[in-house]
């Protein structure tokens, strides 16, 4: 009998557990008088949405507020607020630690919203990113990775494409000529040299008034 009353507890309690545990992903909405689950819930209006997902932003947890963004566009990808919201994505992948996927990000603001107010802010955006990734420092790298040079040519390799974006996305933008030197010294530290030194002519021949010019004629000249 004791067995049976022992056993009956402790299914008891199980259940308990599993429900709470199956509870704690769903709330009350008294606008809707439902219960939902957070991730999967989507505001009837894209303005809604955009303040929820702001709203999230604003408590430092990003990972969430990334997929509240994520669902304007894939609920209301032709709203006012759509634009923001993938520009938003890279924001929130840049505070989440992932700069290379941030860049990606932005560049679908200007790929799928061309008519965007954040031309010029995406461009230093890609600029600040790609200066990460031409100055990171490898200290954290195993001996093996040293030897074979792979961190270092990646990270060369994506601040070059991230620079070359950058400048067909706005050619005027005022260190477009920093932008281009950097992706010769890239080319240049990967063994790349002849692509190199096309990429370091293209500076006198472009922005023949840049102060990067003599620098690039020399390591030209060395490649």
Sequence with gaps: MKKII????????CCMFFVGKI?????WTPETNKWTNPKYYVAETSLEQWTLAMDVYKTGDYESALREFQKILENFPTSQEASESQFMLGDCQEKLGLPYEACQSYQKVIDKFP??????????????IADYFYNK?????????????????????????????????????????????RIADCYMKLGKYETAR?????????????????EAEYLKAIC
């Design 6 to 13: 022992f056993l009956t507890l402790f299914i008891g309690i």
């Design 23 to 27: 509870f704690a992903y769903w709330e």
């Design 115 to 128: 008519s965007t107010n954040k031309l010029k802010e995406i461009i230093e955006r890609q600029k600040k």
């Design 137 to 181: 420092k490898s200290e954290n790298m195993s001996i093996t990775e040293k030897a074979k040079g792979i961190f270092a040519i990646s990270n060369w390799e994506k601040a070059a494409n991230i620079y070359q974006m950058a400048i067909k996305n706005y050619p005027y933008y005022e260190k477009v000529d920093e932008m281009q030197f």
């Design 198 to 214: 096309a990429e370091f002519g293209k500076l006198s021949i472009q922005y023949p008034d840049s102060a990067w010019i003599e």
